[in-house]
């Protein structure tokens, strides 16, 4: 099943293999803008045979970001970079999406840092100052305008960074979010934030939508994967076509339990109970592993993260232990 394609909307990937988004803190000044690592970097999976490549969290407002060094689509001139890159992904015959991201109070840059709640992540982390309801639609509008840029730059694929502590995910968690106005108090209200980005963004983008979750936040008083099932409902309503399940780091709790496919039960209970398709992550390496995954019905995507930084050839190599025959670039003919 590895190596079937798979349509979302109008969309098919050649395989089920995705690479999984992952910063690279490669922008050599705070432009935010594509660098010759990224022009390097993204084609070479796509020369690897990975089906989708989901490019890094990618800041939708210079303040949302993990690091200075981040790349941005907080404006109109991150286009041309970005359209350099899906071109060339594009002319090594793989899909490429980006993940539009926000870091909240996770952000590592200068001046003010925001979330719902004026909580700092850790006592190392700044205090974020809480948005008020007009910054609020603001930063909903920068998703927006985020989406529409990336349409402009010809991405086949949006993810909605929704997972590890960053803004979203402390608007969705109890944890992260204090609030008593129409953001937050329970669970509607702290779905609201997420639910407005959605609706934004659909109204500039009506390809594949991807959402990337935090199934469980780790902690007593946190959320669990059934909480997310009621959120994936919501997201499926909203028209989202698959939920990419990732856990963990809106607070600083280890999770237990880190071994191989960690996260892919998360990933099958959203799967079965929300009856919306799922992408599986996290210490997925061999392609046996991979394969048994898709073949429990546990997920339809396969994410791989740190694998494909070690061997941008992974397809390549999971087809072998599969005993599948992947189609070679052509110039690499003799060689695969
Ligand atoms: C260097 C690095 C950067 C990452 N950056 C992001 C990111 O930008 N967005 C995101 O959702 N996850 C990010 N992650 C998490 C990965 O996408 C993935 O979920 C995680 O590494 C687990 O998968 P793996 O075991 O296959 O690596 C990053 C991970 C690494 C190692």
Redesign the pocket.
């Known amino acids: 099943m590895l190596f079937t394609s798979y349509s979302i909307k109008n969309l098919t990937l050649k395989n089920r293999i995705v690479m999984?988004?992952?910063?690279m803190y490669a922008c050599d000044d705070e432009s935010g803008r594509v660098h010759d690592w990224h022009r390097v970097h993204y084609p070479s999976r796509a020369v690897g045979q990975a089906g989708l490549i989901v490019v890094?969290?990618t800041a939708v407002t210079a303040q949302g970001r993990i690091s200075a060094r981040d790349l941005g689509i907080w404006s109109d001139e991150h286009i041309a970079g970005l359209s350099e890159l899906t071109g060339l992904v594009h002319s090594h015959g793989s899909h490429i999406g980006i993940?539009l991201?926000h870091a909240g109070r996770k952000a590592l840059v200068e001046g003010p840092i925001v979330a719902p709640s004026a909580i700092a992540f850790d006592e190392k982390s700044r205090t974020p100052e809480a948005l008020t309801e007009e910054q609020i639609g603001e930063e909903i509008a920068a998703f927006a305008a985020g989406a529409r840029r990336a349409k402009e730059a010809g991405f086949d694929v949006i993810e909605i960074?929704a997972?590890?502590g960053y803004l979203i995910n402390e608007f969705l968690s109890p944890l992260s979010n204090k609030r008593d106005d129409a953001y937050g108090g329970d669970k509607d209200r702290r779905y609201r934030f997420l639910h407005d980005v959605v609706d934004a963004v659909k109204r500039e983008w009506d390809g594949p939508l991807l959402v990337?979750i935090s199934a469980h936040d780790y902690h007593p008083e946190g959320l669990t994967p059934d909480d997310y099932v009621d959120y994936a409902r919501r997201l499926k309503a909203q028209g989202v076509d698959l939920i990419d399940v990732?856990s963990g780091a809106v607070v600083p709790a280890i999770p237990p339990n880190i071994g191989p496919g960690y996260q892919v039960r998360f990933a099958r209970q959203l799967r079965s109970e929300a009856g919306i398709a799922t992408g599986a992550?996290?210490?997925?390496?061999e392609g046996a592993q991979a394969e048994e995954i898709l073949q429990a019905g546990s997920a339809d995507l396969i994410?791989?993260?740190?694998?494909l930084?070690r061997d941008p050839y992974w397809p390549r190599t999971a087809a072998a232990q599969l005993g599948v025959k992947l189609d070679a670039p052509p110039s690499y003919t003799r060689a695969w």
């Not at 999984?20 to 910063?23: N, R, T």
């Not at 992550?281 to 390496?285: D, E, K, R, S, Y």
């Not at 994410?303 to 694998?307: D, H, L, P, S, Y």
């Open positions: 999984s988004p992952m910063c890094e969290a993940q991201a960074h997972a590890h990337r990732s992550v996290g210490l997925i390496t994410f791989i993260g740190r694998e930084l």
